[in-house]
């Protein structure tokens, strides 16, 4: 059963802490996203990556960071230097071979709360 | 100006009727555009891509893209209950294959 998947569904972090969030896909996608949710709010993008071993920041990519060792892997760290992590994250992937491939396709998300 | 503006809403149609969601957009360059819909709680769903100017039908739902005016709307015919969600309209960035959203529009299907 092809797809994405995100875990945990939910994280607690602490002051000063960094956590990872666990991004993983099967649709044999080139390209993967991490996007930010805030509530009533549409998403921003934090990093994405075209391919393995490569990544980009995207707008808001300040107190995160990524890699990309796999090509069904990739994994985000919000980092403690992030003072504002409480969101919802979404990790999304797509091909990556002509103008169609800009469909993006969404994992379940995981809900990130600060304690 | 927001690179993608959609009216937030909420938008009240009764059940049965047509629903239209609206978007605009900044980036004359822009090829790729998306409709996503998100339900509470939930991660986005793809509906419709569309890319050239023009209607494209799939089912009760109808993309339409007008490039010249910068504008990509969502027709839901025959709206249902189990339609009530937020609609996220998304286009690609020129030299940029990551999408950008829109703050999305919340629907009502009143039964």
């Known amino acids: 059963d092809g797809g994405i998947t995100q875990s945990p569904k939910y994280l607690f972090r602490k002051e000063g802490q960094n956590v990872t969030l666990s991004c993983e896909q099967n649709?044999?996608?080139?390209?993967m996203y991490w996007y930010r949710q805030d509530p009533g709010q549409g998403l921003r993008l934090i990093y994405y990556?075209?391919?393995?071993?490569?990544?980009q920041k995207g707008d808001i990519a300040e107190g995160y960071s990524v890699s990309r060792e796999k090509k069904e892997s990739f994994p985000l760290t919000v980092t403690s230097a992030q003072k504002n992590p409480t969101a919802f994250y979404l990790c999304?992937?797509?091909?990556?071979?002509?103008?169609?491939?800009?469909?993006?396709?969404f994992g379940p998300g995981t809900r990130l709360l600060v304690l | 100006q927001k690179e993608v503006e959609q009216n937030s809403g909420p938008l009240s149609v009764p059940e049965g009727a047509i629903a239209s969601l609206n978007c605009t957009y900044s980036?004359?360059?822009?090829?790729?555009f998306f409709w996503y819909r998100q339900y509470s709680g939930k991660s986005p769903e793809l509906i419709m891509s569309?890319?050239?100017?023009g209607d494209k039908e799939d089912g009760r739902f109808t993309a339409q893209l007008n490039k010249a005016s910068q504008y990509v709307s969502l027709l839901i015919r025959d709206s249902q209950p189990s339609d009530s969600a937020t609609y996220l309209c998304?286009?690609?960035?020129?030299?940029?294959?990551?999408?950008?959203f829109g703050s999305g529009t919340r629907l009502q299907v009143q039964p």
């Open positions: 999304a992937s797509s091909r990556s071979d002509g103008i169609t491939s800009d469909t993006q396709y």
């Open positions: 649709l044999n996608h080139d390209a």
């Open positions: 990556s075209q391919i393995v071993n490569d990544f």
């Open positions: 980036d004359r360059g822009s090829q790729s």
């Open positions: 569309i890319y050239s100017n």
């Open positions: 998304a286009v690609n960035k020129t030299g940029r294959r990551a999408l950008t």
